[in-house]
């Protein structure tokens, strides 16, 4: 504010006296349509639909992130996955092979893929999760919701197989090293 002098007060803020000279004739104006004049004080900001950003926890900006990862390995490993669930000698993961391609073969490797980019975009938007605005939070919902029904029914299969081998694994382990003490002690 440079060049504004006020001459109301020494040591007043500069550009009140001004503000004061404007105020009055509004006041008076607003007194004649029966208007009451604004209360005294600092002046509030007005109140925005979009409101505050609100700030995820460690956890949930994990939450989010991990199942973003999920997501995208989910949308990118779909199809060999189900495919070699599909194949005909393997009788056994039938059930698998179900639980992956429903209701469609790629309306979960779909879901999931848009799902991670629109985690993704989000993610660069708000540094990361850091500062969500309410503008994106409803999308960050939705989006974390489509991702976690697409792609986690795939990780629980995963996982399941996985675990599987391992006990068959295991089991073949136990069965050799078995196998190797009885020849061992009958020699």
Excluded at 44 to 52: C, F, K, M, V, Y
Excluded at 64 to 86: D, K, Q
Excluded at 143 to 155: G, I, N, Q
Excluded at 162 to 178: E, M, R, S, Y
């Amino acid at each position: 504010m440079t060049g504004l002098r006020n001459s109301a007060k020494p040591g007043a803020q500069p550009g009140r006296a001004e503000v004061t000279a404007v105020k009055a004739p509004l006041d008076e104006a607003r007194e004649k349509a029966g208007l009451r004049p604004a209360p005294p004080g600092p002046a509030a900001w007005p109140r925005t639909r979009r409101g505050p950003a609100r700030e995820f926890g460690r956890r949930a900006r994990r939450f989010v992130g991990g199942n973003a990862v999920v997501a995208a390995v989910a949308a990118i490993t779909h199809g060999f996955f189900a495919n070699w669930l599909a194949d005909d000698q393997r009788q056994p993961w039938d059930l698998a092979h179900a639980i992956v391609a429903w209701p469609s073969p790629l309306a979960q490797q779909a879901l999931a893929a848009a799902a991670a980019v629109a985690l993704l975009v989000i993610a660069v938007a708000t540094g990361g999760y850091q500062r969500v605005s309410r503008r994106l939070s409803w999308p960050l919902y939705a989006a974390t919701a489509a991702a976690s029904l697409a792609a986690w029914p795939m990780a629980l299969v995963c996982a399941a197989v996985a675990a599987v081998l391992t006990l068959i694994a295991v089991i073949v382990l136990i069965v050799i090293v078995a196998v190797i003490a009885i020849i061992a002690a009958v020699l």
